[in-house]
């Protein structure tokens, strides 16, 4: 079976397990295959308080995956959050996440990270975000973007709401050098 093969099979699984969790008040599944050319895994469940359900399929060459949740407390708090990820070896890879979520208070929040890398030419970019807003209403939060370059280093820029802006260069046998934004 080939990674494609591997990666239909478990969401197949995904959906089917999804489907048969969504029929009970609290359940759980998994499903986990290996074989010479790699594994694949599926899970989902759904509980009281939310669900949530996934699947990756990883060889030595090419892997990808995926999982989800949402998520309601007893007191009226929401949270939701996704990943994915993908690789193929001398090509590169991706990863990327996000969450978001209220609390009952009113409270709130939202953030992701994003990072692709290209392996025939070594750079890639990371970027970040996080927002905060308190139940009072004040606001915290950054925005941030990594480039970087295998065995050379990295240049940061982060954008905070409340602390300041700057940069940060990351140069290999280097200490970082931090420098503020005016």
Known sequence: MDLKQ???WALGIVFISNGLAMAQPAEARRAFARGANGAAGAFASQGEYGSRAGARAI???AGAGFR???WAGPN???AQSGAAFGYKRGVGG?????WQGQAANGASGSGYTKNAYNAQTGQGTRSSSEQIQTASGKAYGYNGTTNYTKGQ????????????????????GQKPVVTPEQ
């Open 76 to 78: 009226g708090g929401t």
């Open 153 to 172: 280093g990295a240049q940061s820029t982060i954008d905070t709401q409340n602390k300041g802006d700057y940069t940060v260069d990351w140069q290999k």
């Open 94 to 98: 991706f990863r990327g996440s996000s």
């Open 59 to 61: 060889g030595y060459n």
């Open 68 to 70: 989800g949740g949402q």
């Open 6 to 8: 591997y990666l239909t």
